[in-house]
T-cell receptor, first 112, second 110 residues
Framework: DAGVIQSPRHEVTEMGQEVTLRCKPISGHDYLFWYRQTMMRGLELLIYFNNNVPIDDSGMPEDRFSAKMPNASFSTLKIQPSEPRDSAVYFC??????????FGPGTRLTVL | EDQVTQSPEALRLQEGESSSLNCSYTVSGLRGLFWYRQDPGKGPEFLFTLYSAGEEKEKERLKATLTKKESFLHITAPKPEDSATYLCAVQANSGYALNFGKGTSLLVTP
């Protein structure tokens, strides 16, 4: 079975540009989570969805970040405009029961 | 506020040298405590979930235990392929977010 799929795996962009990260959860999973990992802060939850509806976005750092889940098979995390401090690895995870979460391979974002 | 502290930050073991990793936590109502393994350049890989004090789970050379304040990940006779970062996370009754510790970086040398 395919696990969580994320694209792109690596993204290098310049400050001020729009960045869109994509995620395909495991089929049948009703929960989808976006996390960010940095050396300083570790893994932090940004937002999560249940049945395509955003439930908790308290971890979204500011208005520059937005996330959508138009259907059960696809979610996006958008940063506009991007800043160097947004450089991190962004993970998507999905779950059928919301306790055990299965992570994707991540997108390494570098903002110059 | 929920807090998760892992120790040590880094651990170097010789092959076959058993040891334990610690995860201390404070949470307002524990739904579950999770252990993940993360290899460089990859996403966290699920290992165990523990739900109540006294619970234990085992998988190959790994055994996870839980008390009301901490969890231990015991590694028995480790092999070089056990080298990775081990992450602990708690989930509170109030939601489904995982609150992660900073991890323990384990290196097992032949």
């Amino acid at each position: 079975d395919a696990g969580v799929i994320q694209s792109p795996r690596h993204e290098v962009t310049e400050m001020g540009q729009e960045v869109t990260l994509r995620c395909k959860p495991i089929s049948g999973h009703d929960y989808l989570f976006w996390y960010r990992q940095t050396m300083m802060r570790g893994l932090e939850l940004l937002i999560y969805f249940n049945n395509n509806v955003p439930i908790d976005d308290s971890g979204m750092p500011e208005d520059r970040f937005s996330a959508k889940m138009p259907n059960a098979s696809f979610s996006t995390l958008k940063i506009q405009p991007s800043e160097p401090r947004d450089s991190a690895v962004y993970f998507c995870a999905s779950s059928s029961t919301a306790d055990t979460q299965y992570f994707g391979p991540g997108t390494r974002l570098t903002v110059l | 506020e929920d807090q998760v502290t892992q120790s040590p930050e880094a651990l170097r073991l010789q092959e076959g040298e058993s040891s334990s990793l610690n995860c201390s936590y404070t949470v307002s109502g524990l739904r579950g405590l999770f252990w993940y393994r993360q290899d460089p350049g990859k996403g966290p890989e699920f290992l165990f979930t523990l739900y109540s004090a006294g619970e234990e789970k085992e998988k190959e050379r790994l055994k996870a235990t839980l008390t009301k304040k901490e969890s231990f990940l015991h590694i028995t006779a480790p092999k070089p392929e056990d080298s990775a970062t081990y992450l602990c996370a708690v989930q509170a009754n109030s939601g489904y977010a995982l609150n992660f510790g900073k991890g323990t970086s384990l290196l097992v040398t032949p």
